[in-house]
Nanobody, 119 residues
Framework: VQLQASGGGLVQAGDSLRLSCAAS????????MAWFRQAPGKEQEFVAG????????SYADSVRDRFTISRDIDKNTVYLQMNSLKPEDTAVYYC?????????????WGQGTLVTVSS
């Protein structure tokens, strides 16, 4: 199983970015996929997750109403649409897959994609 994350970059505060995470090797429709992030000097934190046949979602309070997680089952890909980005959103974003709970533990992890938000 491999998770390939992409879409990070350098943006200004208020801009938007969309991250993608393509999974290969198995599908995760029911066991869920999620995004975590780790800012410099801080612990890794849960950002958003999606799981189940009806695509239940969960968000960290800090990103609720700004970020949207979605998936394309046919492409086995999960997305994170990030709007109204803030400098405090700067972090390496990791996708994860294979958990029955929102915050894990997850079985599989992607390599991370860096998001930098300038003020």
């Amino acid at each position: 199983v491999q998770l390939q994350a992409s879409g990070g970059g350098l943006v200004q505060a208020g801009d938007s970015l969309r991250l993608s995470c393509a999974a290969s090797g198995r599908t995760f429709t029911y066991s869920g996929m999620a995004w975590f992030r780790q800012a410099p000097g801080k612990e890794q934190e849960f950002v958003a997750g999606i799981r189940g046949r009806v695509a239940l979602t969960s968000y960290a309070d800090s990103v609720r109403d700004r970020f949207t997680i979605s998936r394309d089952i046919d492409k086995n890909t999960v997305y994170l649409q990030m709007n109204s980005l803030k400098p405090e959103d700067t972090a390496v974003y990791y996708c994860a897959a294979g958990s029955s709970t929102w915050r894990g533990p997850y079985d599989y992890w992607g390599q991370g994609t860096l998001v930098t938000v300038s003020s």
